[in-house]
């Protein structure tokens, strides 16, 4: 019997807010569109899905959602509708919304929160000052503690911040100014994050227009500011550390790598580059620069947005928007993975080319063992919100367990060691770590490498 630790609470909320349609998920092809969640709201929009290391997916909504791999409402929660980071120990932080988006009730954000897997409150802390509302993030740095930038209002300048992994705020640095700051999705190998903003003065410049990256340490230290012309995405190069801004790729120490021209980048921690030229072309660098292959066109409508990596690098994007050259014709939004190694497709989704059923494709995120990708849209003139789930095609990626070994939402307590060691024993619990005793995921169950690997996690190192 499953002893009372190992027990997780299952909560449904508002059901009637959901319509559900749900296509077998057995013998799935490679593409196949499993299950789609329809948030019928004419408020609805939501992007940003999260995935944790579970395999539960995480919607940002008119509130949070939270589902299994399946499809299963697991809990809702109300205040919350923001970004979702996800600490590789199953520890969520997102942002705490008030009130709705209606034009009697305003939608605003209060603070930023904590939450277990169970959606269970750790803490709650307020906005850093001078924050208005936040710009980008929170993203998860590899000392555990959370990062991101803020608008300061209206034209007004707004920090970059840190908030300890406990809730209480690190440093802020005030100074940026930009009508969309965005931040990378990770820090680098050096510990720097990179912050693409005009700086404060920004003469003639009211959105901080002129441009630039700004280097910051984990410890709220500027280490350099480059201005540039058509700074939007930045990427982290890898293996060594540094940006990539669109067309110039930089060192941690602000040194020119290489240059390739005007494009939007994103990056995979195998050390390639993927640049995008608008809606026409792919290229796929090295990280010294040189190209590895070009594909296009990528998308007939107006709009690519940034892909997800599988960890079998894959890479899926998505398309939508009007047909090019005919502004009154929707083109099909459509779900497409590349294998990484020559840009062949290896499948792609179709939605419907009609107006009325235009979903407009907001972001994507992967399971951490590769299987499945999650896509979140908007039908235009309805205003659903919908959430979708495509099985990738790809083998499952081994994924090693967290602190959390019995799945209740707290890591690294007394129950989740003895719940391990009973699963080292042969008594593993239902909601225990879907490896079992394999807990390093290298196909040898109960080891000491794996009980080694436990312990490494549970100080908070890798496994």
């Known amino acids: ?62 509130g949070l959602w939270s589902y299994t791999r399946e499809g299963e409402l697991r809990w809702w929660r109300d205040n919350t509708d923001g970004p979702v980071a996800i600490r590789p120990d199953g520890a969520i932080f997102t942002t705490e919304y008030v009130n709705t988006r209606t034009a009697e009730d305003p939608f605003w954000v209060q603070g930023f929160v904590r939450l277990t897997a169970n959606n269970e409150q750790v803490w709650w802390t307020g906005l850093p000052t ?16 959370i990062y991101g930038t803020c608008s300061g209002g209206y034209n007004a300048p707004g920090p970059a911040f840190s908030i300890h992994e406990d809730g209480w705020t690190r440093w802020v640095v005030q100074g940026f100014k930009s009508a969309s700051i965005n931040i990378n999705d990770r820090t680098d190998d050096t510990g720097r994050f990179y912050v693409r903003a005009g700086t404060i003065p920004a ?56 240059n390739y021209g005007s494009s939007w980048t994103s990056t995979d921690t195998d050390g390639s580059v993927y640049l995008r030229h608008g809606w026409y072309r792919y290229d ?17 409508g107006n709009y690519v947005n940034q892909p997800a990596f599988s960890p079998d690098h894959f890479m899926m994007y998505l398309t939508f928007g009007p047909c090019i050259g005919y502004p009154d014709t929707a083109c099909p939004g459509r779900v497409v ?45 309805a205003g659903h919100g919908y959430l979708m789930a495509f099985d990738t095609g790809v083998a499952p990626t081994p994924v090693c367990g967290t ?61």
């Open 403 to 463: 602190s959390d070994f019995n799945g209740d939402g707290d890591a690294g307590t007394d129950q989740d060691i003895e719940a391990f060691f009973a699963c080292i024993g042969g008594n593993c619990c239902p909601t225990c770590f879907g490896g079992g005793a394999d807990f390093n995921a290298d196909g040898d169950t109960a080891t000491d490498q794996d009980i080694e690997a436990f312990f490494r996690v549970l100080g908070g190192g890798a496994c």
């Open 203 to 258: 003469p003639n410049a009211p959105w901080g227009g002129a441009g630039g990256v700004v280097a910051i340490d984990l410890n709220g230290q500027v280490r350099w500011e480059n201005i540039q012309s058509g700074a939007d995405y930045v990427g982290i190069h890898y293996p060594t550390g540094g940006v990539i801004t669109q067309q110039l790729a930089r060192d941690p120490d602000e040194n020119p790598l290489w």
């Open 1 to 62: 019997m499953p002893t009372p630790e190992c027990t997780r609470a299952l909560k449904t909320l508002v059901p009637a807010l959901l319509v559900a349609a749900a296509a077998g998920v057995a013998d799935a092809d490679p593409g196949e569109l499993l299950w789609t969640r329809v948030l019928t709201d004419p408020y609805a929009y939501g992007t940003f899905p999260a995935v944790d290391p579970q395999g539960n997916v995480y919607w940002p909504n008119r």
């Open 284 to 300: 796929k660098l090295r990280p010294d620069g040189s190209v590895v292959w070009q594909i296009g066109p990528i998308g007939s």
């Open 337 to 381: 993975a590349l294998r990484t190694g020559d840009g062949s497709i290896a499948w792609q989704y179709e939605f419907p080319r009609l107006p009325d059923d235009l979903i407009e494709l907001h972001k994507a995120a992967v399971s951490p063992d590769g299987t499945r990708l999650y896509v979140t849209g908007y039908k235009r003139i």
């Open 130 to 145: 001078r924050c208005a509302w936040p710009e980008a993030g929170p993203i998860v740095g590899p000392d555990g503690n």
